[in-house]
């Protein structure tokens, strides 16, 4: 496993990295705004499937995504109403998940039973900096096995998964507290399915 700590002279070698490790099918842990996510590139379904294994993750839960940038929601989700844009302009780049009726094509470890997918492009973080320099989907599932509590810093991340996780990038204390808040508008009205940092 690679642990790499961030710092002003190499954050450019570590994005790099980490993008490498991504498209090579290995698991990055990385900082965001809010805590230690575990990423893999979204269409890899043996990455994914790894993932789960290491979460520990219950099949009907599907992982959320990060992106960089709204064009890439084209090849992400379908059915984009105003009120999607409304929010996606509003709370984008920040700490807002949005339910998307999924793709054709995307994995179940993405779409799940529903054929959802959660998004969301992150507030100023190195886990934005990671989605803009990949310009592929990464998940975002928290640095965690299920039902423990998320990971705000690369110790607590080590000391849930060790070698299990093949880069870890140190950033530090995130800034915890409250992840980030998910919301289903395919009905076409907001359900809040998980309050977190923004208030809806």
Known sequence: ?????????????????????????????????TFYGLGVKYDNNVALRCLYTLKNRPAEKPFPLIIGHMQQLDTLATDITELHRDLMIKHWPGPLTILFEAARGLSPYIAGTNNKVAIRIPAESFALELARTATFAITATSANPSDMPPSSRASEVLSYFGSGI???????????????????????????????RVII
């Open 1 to 33: 496993m690679l642990h790499l700590r961030l710092s002003q002279l190499n954050h450019n070698e570590a994005l790099r990295v980490a993008v490498e490790a991504l498209q090579e099918g290995k698991v990055v842990a990385y900082p965001t705004e």
């Open 166 to 196: 093949d880069v870890i990038i140190d950033g530090g204390n995130t800034s915890g507290e409250l992840p980030s808040t998910l919301v289903d508008v395919t009905g076409g009205a907001i359900r809040v399915l998980r309050q977190g």
